[in-house]
């Protein structure tokens, strides 16, 4: 069987055609355009056309989803006019074929969870640490989404410092501002340093100053890994996206923060697959059982 997987991003959208084992058997990009829809379903058809023999189609997008019924209950100023599409409804009527849609760190989570660092177990939590937060938590197997408001487990919104960093969402001190990668970019500009992310983790190895930072930062994440520890008892945590490439510079100072801050022994894990999660979950929400129709 295959399976048109698509992640919808900010400035991209790529397309993989996925079998049943999760290989990616051809994948493309292509520029994000507005409006979104029907440029979407354009796209979508003309990949139906090249690839005969797909049977479903998986959509992952940024924002708050109602996994149900397919509809983006609330995208950001990144995709204009994205919020209420009814993405699922559209699509499947044009296509004919069974349509499913999530949000991405969702996507990544159940990709993980399938097939990746967290294989097997039922209950994990997955942090996306890229430009922003995202979060996904896959419970008994399945991934907990949705809500009246679409936004069970959008954890870059849990509230670290009250107060704190203003946040897309108009509120201050949210995760997402604190451990990601925009949360870095703010922490280095207000030491009055000049240096990305990647560069700051490398420095802080003989850098004192970066070293503060690196650690301000690992030990944000450890909060965030035991308040889900808390919520959700999960057996794993993994931890994606692009902040995590540099894992190496900083992953021994996250466990000793996390260490003390921990109820019960949690299992950590750097996230198996980067940039593929989105259109591998993406295929795999159509192997699920929860939305079927
Ligand atoms: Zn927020």
Sequence with gaps: MKVLGVDIGGTKIRMGVIDEKGNILYDERVPTELPLYPYLEEQVLRMLRQHPGIEAVGIGTHGFVDPVGGRIIYATETLPGWTGTPVKEKLESATGLRVEVENDAACAALVEA??????????????????????????DGKILSGGPHGGAAEI?????????????CGRRGCFEQYVSGTGLRRRIAEAGLDMTPDELFRRSEADPEARKLVEAFTYDLAV?????????????????????????????????K????????????????????????????????????
């Design 114 to 139: 399938k097939l990746g660092a967290a294989k097997g177990r039922d209950r994990i939590a997955v942090l996306t640490l890229g430009t922003g937060l995202g979060g996904g938590i896959i419970w």
């Design 156 to 168: 870059g919104h849990m509230i670290l410092y009250p107060g704190g960093a203003l946040c897309t």
């Design 224 to 256: 965030v890994i035991s308040t889900l520890q808390a919520a959700f008892d999960m057996e794993t945590a993994v931890i994606g996206g692009g902040v995590s490439d540099s894992a190496e510079y900083w992953w021994d100072s996250l466990l000793s």
């Design 258 to 293: 996390l260490d003390p801050l921990l109820l019960h022994p949690l299992e950590v894990k750097k996230a198996q697959f980067g940039n593929d999660a989105g259109i591998l979950g993406a295929a795999l929400l159509t192997a699920e059982e929860r939305n079927a129709s």
